[in-house]
């Protein structure tokens, strides 16, 4: 079993291969980066040498074997930093390129070149061998994907002021000497980069598996269906990008004849391109997962490559359109490739386990370098072979482009059918990421996640709380956790805020509701209700006779949402119960929930006690309201009742002639309804109503009132509704409720509106 590394340590061990990062970035821009084609091409290399050039950066991944041999004798930590350490010294030959030039042996030159990166990218393939197990050992923890993808930024931010850098001393037409100078520099940086990873812990690599050949590799690879399709999508976008990124250079120079600070300097945007892909998908990865990201970045490298089909020959001397056109051309492909080849290794580490990360990562960059390599040399041939079949320069980049597109299309089609690995389907991913909504959601989980304050913390909950998203669902949970009381509050209230919840967030829940009494239960029993989740029917029934009773209470009401109809007569019995006038209320709102007409008479019973409270009149009648269907318009009523009780028969009659009004004019008018008999015993209902209002308000006779509401339709209301209501308005012991007497004069009204209605249509 690996160890794993304690925070402290873990966080030294970090900072320390952040600092190798940034001077093996640097050191790579001095020495095989761009500066190393321009050089190549300041002695006059053709298209196919180039391409050799481009194909030695992958050679390193054929030398990966042997790490491993060395490996069974040697820490894989040593190993690392001597083959960086000999990789840099390396390139010590190309010091005397200036001096065989001067010379006149400029294909001396081009040879030592060739010699010195071969060796270069060798040595570093013998090293690479410890790349993953040290990676996949520091990127350990919910952060996974979002530290390694701060490698790629620490690496892209780099390269992009060191391009800046040497575009800066090369400028237009630089002498010899200049690139041996960088290239000097470049030595040191390396040697010092290879000193500073023998710093680093020795990660622990799986030994319960006889190591396995190369042979061996493939074949475990491509017995397993999801790595397979995997291997497949890497060959081709590993061919596209390393063609597409490292012909642009050459693009620059061949057809727009840009010089080589120019060219270094679109390197610096190309640079920049790769930081922010970086960026983004650091900020994206750990929230929407690896595999909507990679699809969106080889979406971003196949748009790149669309101009450069297109671009018109006419604009190729305008040195405005140039300049803009290769800025960008630098900078998308960059910001497209680069990132699709980053979160590449970010899903493949999460595809393959442990125990395999030493053998699946030599076949990774095997594969890697294979199509890398392959693809370079074969475009260089490509373009030598369309130049020597008479095609310009233009017109050949314009046909290798076109069939980088193609496989790009392809790669798309295949990248469809990756396993998600809990990674948002393409299309939410996209919604997050086009929402501002999500994007603050996300940015203040980054913050929840670095913050040691628990003030700040409390803040941060409140502001998810206002920036509802689902995303935030899992850093929620983890706060609901917290030793401290105000933080799961907080926690549990922007998880309340969500439009919807996960199986995890309704176990959590559940868990809370049981062993936090008194607490936060209450509130998880509100958010389970309030979501649906039946699988907590259960236990909210036990809950609902807690002594808690604000838990007893929001079990009750979650209940009601839920619609265990089953244990409504219970609540009921709990009601009547309970001297809680809180848990009274609550039981009472639940009965407005259920809507279920039974209820009318428990709740009329609360009425008739000898002074009941005035919230609780109101929640009582408001409940009714809710279950006879009338509680939005009534609820205007109510308000303008409570604040002046001495509109109460002013209410009431308003209401009624209103009725009676809507009546007639819907119906064309008094007149006109006289001469239709089939309307007869509807109109005179119709014209007894404001009279039954009348006696029922300023007399407390509620006879007239009883008659007109038993006097509808059979099939016009809900015939228990009708007996209840028409019972109530003769009891003189709720008489004296003057919100519940407008409360069935309004639900007549409304009877009287929706029979106009019926006869109307």
């Given amino acids: 079993m690996a160890t794993v590394l304690s925070p402290y340590r873990l966080g030294k061990a970090r ?3 952040n600092l190798f990062n940034v001077f093996n970035s640097f050191s790579w821009q001095f020495l095989v980066g761009t500066i190393i084609i321009l050089l190549a091409m300041r002695l006059n290399a053709s298209s196919t040498v180039i391409g050799l050039l481009n194909a030695l950066v992958y050679v390193s991944f054929f030398f990966l074997p042997m790490g491993k041999l060395l490996a069974k004798k040697c820490s894989i930590i040593k190993i690392y930093g001597v083959a960086w350490i000999i990789r840099a010294i390396a390139m010590s030959p190309l010091l005397l390129i200036p001096f065989f ?17 071969f060796i270069f990218h060798a040595s570093r393939g013998v090293g690479m061998i410890a790349n993953n197990p040290v990676l996949d050992e520091l990127a350990t923890g919910p952060d996974r994907g979002s530290y390694m993808t701060q490698i790629q930024i620490i690496n892209s931010a780099v390269a992009m002021f060191s391009s800046f850098a040497i575009a800066l001393i090369l400028g237009r037409n630089p002498p010899l000497f200049l690139y041996a100078l960088l290239i000097a520099v470049g030595i040191a940086g390396g040697v010092f980069s290879g000193v500073l990873v023998l710093k680093i812990p020795k990660p622990e690599i799986e030994t319960g598996e006889k190591s396995i050949g190369l042979a061996g590799i493939f074949r475990k690879a491509l017995s397993n269906p999801p790595l397979r399709h995997f291997i497949i999508i890497l060959v081709l976008v590993a061919l596209v990008s390393g063609v597409a990124r490292a012909f642009v250079t050459v693009y620059s120079r061949e057809v727009f004849n840009q010089g080589d600070g120019m060219v270094s300097l679109y390197s610096v945007f190309g640079g920049m391109g790769n930081l922010m892909i970086g960026l983004l998908i650091k900020f994206l990865v750990d929230r929407i997962g690896v595999k909507p990201i990679y ?28 300049v803009l056109y290769l800025t960008f051309l630098f900078f998308i492909l960059n910001f497209g490739f680069l990132g699709a080849e980053g979160i590449a290794q970010t899903y493949f580490l999460a595809l393959i386990p442990q125990e395999l990360m030493l053998d699946m990562g030599i076949l990774y960059f095997f594969v890697f370098g294979v199509a890398g390599a392959g693809g370079s040399f074969l475009a260089g041939l490509f373009l030598d072979a369309f130049a020597g079949l008479g095609f310009s320069v233009f017109v050949s980049y314009k046909i290798l482009y076109i069939v980088l597109i ?3 299309v392809a790669v798309l089609v295949l990248q469809r059918k990756l396993i998600p690995l809990g990674s948002l389907p393409f299309r939410g991913a996209l919604e997050v990421m086009f929402s501002y909504r999500d994007l603050k959601a996300i940015s203040i989980l980054d913050r929840l996640n670095k913050t040691r304050d628990t003030d700040e913390e409390e803040a941060l909950l409140g502001a998810l709380h206002d920036t509802p ?8 949970l983890e706060r609901a956790k917290s030793p401290r009381l105000v933080v799961r509050l907080e926690a549990l209230r922007a998880m309340e805020a969500l439009e919807t919840l996960n199986e995890d967030a309704e176990k959590a829940l559940i868990a809370d509701m049981i062993n936090n009494p008194y607490t936060t239960a209450y509130i998880s029993a509100r958010i389970l209700g309030k979501n649906h989740f039946s699988s907590a029917i259960p236990i909210l029934r036990e809950l609902a006779g807690s002594d808690d009773y604000m838990l007893a209470g929001e079990a009750i009401i979650a209940l009601a949402r839920l619609d265990d109809r089953a244990f409504l007569p219970q609540i009921e019995k709990i009601i009547v119960k309970t001297k809680n006038p809180r848990l009274k209320i609550m039981g009472v709102e639940a009965f407005g929930i259920y809507r279920s007409p039974e209820s009318l008479s428990v709740l009329l019973d609360m009425l008739r006690v000898d002074n009941p409270p005035p919230y609780l009149r109101d929640e009582v009648v408001l409940s009714m309201a809710n279950i006879l269907d009338v509680q939005n318009l009534f609820y205007r009523i109510l308000v303008r009742f409570r604040e002046n009780e001495n509109l109460a028969v002013t209410l009431a009659m308003d209401d009624a002639e209103a009725a009676v009004e809507f009546y007639s004019s819907s119906l064309g008018g008094w007149k006109s309804i006289r001469k239709k008999p089939a309307l007869a015993e509807s109109s005179k209902q119709a014209k007894s109503l404001s009279p039954a209002v009348a006696a029922y308000m300023k007399e407390s006779n509620g006879s007239p009132l009883s008659r007109w509401i038993l006097e509808l339709p059979e099939d016009h209301c809900d015939p228990m509704v009708q007996l209840i209501l028409s019972e109530a308005v003769l009891d003189d012991d709720l008489n004296s409720h003057n919100r519940l007497r407008l409360l069935i004069i309004h639900w007549a009204t409304r009877e009287l509106r929706i029979l106009t209605n019926r006869l109307k249509g």
């Fill in 15 to 17: 900072d320390l291969y």
């Fill in 101 to 117: 030039v001067s010379q006149g042996r400029g294909d001396t030159a081009l040879g030592l070149i060739l010699l010195g990166v």
């Fill in 295 to 322: 699809i969106v970045c080889t979406i971003l490298g196949l748009v790149g490559m669309i101009p450069i089909v297109f671009f018109p020959a006419a604009a190729v001397d305008n040195t405005t359109t140039v």
């Fill in 406 to 408: 193609g496989i790009t």
């Fill in 469 to 476: 998203s689902k995303l935030a669902i899992k850093g929620l």
